[in-house]
């Protein structure tokens, strides 16, 4: 991807703003008209054709406008300058509603989630910090086949789970015994989420004891709280069903909004991660914007919207950012009561 001129970036955020004010492709006549370029439409029309040509913009069809793709949002948002606009008019409520559940580090986080959809009118996701979670009772691994084998487990807090693990290669019964056997000598009594590793197994072995890990991992991982599924129902991206069906999907799995969020959250400063750029296929389409808070010691979690590509940034930006700060806040006077 080529060096844009100062001309083809400020065009090609000129066609983010347009579309994302609009949600319609942009052509050149209301680019000049509604971005007050002084050049021709012609000139313009040339620029978007270099930049599509560059993979920032597209063509839906001959006789449209462009679209922006994935780099030109991002040249985009890296050009943003954040003006805390909304901030003083929604903090002092946000404040008011955090106090309400003082003292309740869950409700706190839920009411985080339902604010954040409430106000940017996208899907908010709260992700509670690992750690400090369900400790290992029990756990027994049964040979289900060759290459299956299931694994169940009693955690302190009465939870009785399963896990069916699959794994590349067939390994013996007297293997799954001992991998049993160490796993309940270094792990009972434990975090779910505690490391652990054992000495001389064949890749069979490794490949059972990395599905173990991965199963206690999801299951000793933060809570996710989802609010506002309904508003993705607004966006005109999703009107087509499989999109929808895509992204409806996608927030239901707790697994892939961890990765989401860990994936754009770039410390109490909030960040964007635009299309591709989270690596999860389901979210293609989408952005995330997310920021970490802190719940105490080294414990974090993330909260965070997923959108469209065409978000309003600026807002989501600004109002992740805020509340992350805002529930820290709120946590820290939890632990100080």
Do not use: K
Not at 30 to 53: K, P
Not at 222 to 238: K, R
């Amino acid at each position: 991807m080529g060096e844009l001129t100062e001309r083809q970036q400020t065009i090609a955020a000129a066609v983010v703003a347009e579309h994302i004010r609009t949600a319609q492709p942009v052509g050149s006549e209301v680019l000049r008209a509604t971005a007050g370029f002084g050049c021709s439409s012609a000139t313009i029309r040339n620029e978007m054709v270099r930049l599509e040509r560059q993979g920032y913009l597209e063509q839906p069809h001959t006789s449209a406008g462009r679209v922006p793709l994935g780099p030109a949002y991002r040249l985009y948002v890296d050009g943003l300058r954040m003006t805390d606009s909304r901030l003083d008019r929604d903090m002092t409520w946000i404040q008011g509603e955090l106090r309400r559940v003082a003292g309740q580090p869950e409700a706190a986080l839920r009411l985080s989630s339902a604010i954040l959809s409430r106000i940017t009118r996208y899907p908010a996701v709260v992700v509670a910090p690992s750690g400090g979670g369900p400790r290992l009772i029990d756990l027994s691994l049964s040979p289900v086949s060759a290459t299956n084998v299931l694994l169940s487990w009693l955690d302190d807090r009465g939870s009785s789970e399963e896990a069916l693990i699959e794994i590349a290669a067939p390994i013996t019964a007297d293997e799954v015994a001992r991998i049993e056997g160490e796993l309940r000598g270094s792990c009972v009594g434990r975090p779910l989420d505690t490391d652990f590793a054992i000495e001389g197994l064949d890749a069979a072995g490794e490949d059972l004891l990395r599905g173990i890990r991965e199963a206690f991992d999801e299951a000793g991982s933060g809570q996710v709280y989802v609010e506002g599924t309904t508003y993705i129902l607004d966006q005109p991206e999703f009107e087509e069903l499989e999109r929808l069906r895509r992204l409806i999907g996608t927030l239901n799995q707790s697994p892939l909004l961890r990765r989401a969020l860990g994936a754009a959250a770039r410390g109490q400063t909030a960040s964007a991660s635009i299309g591709e750029e989270h690596n999860i296929g389901a979210l293609r389409d989408c952005s995330v914007v997310a920021a970490s808070y802190s719940a105490g010691g080294l414990r974090e979690g993330a909260l965070g919207v997923v959108g469209p590509m065409r978000m309003r940034y600026s807002q989501a930006l600004e109002m992740v950012a805020a509340i992350a700060r805002h529930l820290s806040q709120a946590l820290a006077r939890d632990r100080e009561q």
